[in-house]
């Protein structure tokens, strides 16, 4: 808790954002201003929203970077009330202060494990794309598939507006391996060990392709399979 004066002073405090800033009383009341104890960024935040504060009264969960003494900081949520005269004059704000440091913390960190994925997930496709790597991606529970434009052009289709599924790609499967590859494949998720198979595809023009698939499954608690992901690669060379 603390309170500013109009010029931003402050001029009350209490025990628990001095502990968390590190100061004592005799150092901060109307010596320092609430602006000496934030970070440059927060700085812009105070400079935007004090004025407006003064006038309508009021200010709800702003969020403050805050400079300790000891040069370490501190994320708070600040709300506050204004304290006037009986015409109207600001006299001083009523503020009050949460830590919130630990959860901008875990927000940080949530945003750098996000960051890092999607940064794998772009250096993922782009090694399928360079080594015209077909890839799918299976919702067994739903039977929704998601395949990467390589995967159609290994069984000859174009990679138009059309919805990828186990019928488009059994259609393209020569017919006397689409039986066993079939077994295979739901044999490995049985078993719960990895599917692969070398089999033959059949473009739209009638031209035989050999085929080298992969697959892993991701099983839930029960031991259920509900995912697969897979690769298709052209080894007819």
């Given amino acids: 808790y603390h309170s500013l004066d109009a010029e931003?002073?402050?001029?009350?405090?209490?025990?628990?954002?001095?502990?968390?800033?590190?100061?004592?009383?005799?150092e901060v009341l109307y010596k320092k201003k609430f602006l000496d104890l934030l970070e440059p960024d927060s700085k812009q935040i105070f400079y935007d929203n004090f004025p407006k504060f003064k006038k309508q009264g009021w200010v709800?969960?702003?969020?403050?970077?805050?400079?300790?003494?000891?040069?370490?900081?501190?994320?708070?949520?600040?709300?506050?009330?204004?304290?006037?005269?009986?015409?109207?004059?600001?006299?001083?704000?009523?503020?009050?202060?949460?830590?919130?440091?630990?959860?901008?913390?875990?927000?940080?960190?949530?945003?750098?494990?996000?960051?890092?994925?999607?940064?794998?997930?772009?250096?993922?496709?782009?090694?399928?794309?360079?080594?015209?790597?077909?890839?799918?991606?299976?919702?067994?529970?739903?039977?929704?598939?998601i395949w990467n434009d390589n995967l159609f052009k290994l069984l000859g289709l174009a990679?138009?507006?059309?919805?990828?599924?186990?019928?488009?790609?059994?259609?393209?499967?020569?017919?006397?391996?689409?039986?066993?590859?079939?077994?295979?494949?739901?044999?490995?998720?049985?078993?719960?060990t990895d599917y692969e198979a070398e089999y033959r595809v059949v473009h739209p023009d009638g031209s035989v392709h050999w085929i080298l698939g992969r697959g892993k499954a991701i099983y839930n608690e029960l031991g259920q399979a509900v995912r697969s992901l897979g690769m298709l690669l052209d080894i007819s060379d």
């Fill in 159 to 192: 990679a138009d507006d059309r919805e990828p599924n186990y019928q488009l790609w059994r259609d393209r499967v020569h017919p006397e391996d689409v039986n066993w590859v079939e077994q295979r494949f739901s044999e490995s998720l049985e078993n719960r």
């Fill in 60 to 145: 709800e969960n702003l969020e403050f970077k805050m400079l300790n003494k000891d040069g370490s900081n501190r994320w708070i949520n600040l709300n506050a009330s204004a304290l006037k005269d009986d015409v109207g004059n600001f006299l001083m704000s009523r503020s009050t202060l949460f830590d919130i440091t630990d959860r901008k913390r875990l927000e940080h960190e949530r945003k750098q494990v996000e960051l890092a994925l999607r940064e794998s997930e772009e250096s993922r496709r782009l090694a399928l794309d360079l080594t015209h790597t077909g890839f799918w991606d299976l919702d067994i529970s739903s039977n929704t598939q």
């Fill in 8 to 26: 931003g002073t402050i001029v009350r405090i209490n025990d628990t954002e001095l502990n968390w800033l590190g100061y004592n009383r005799d």
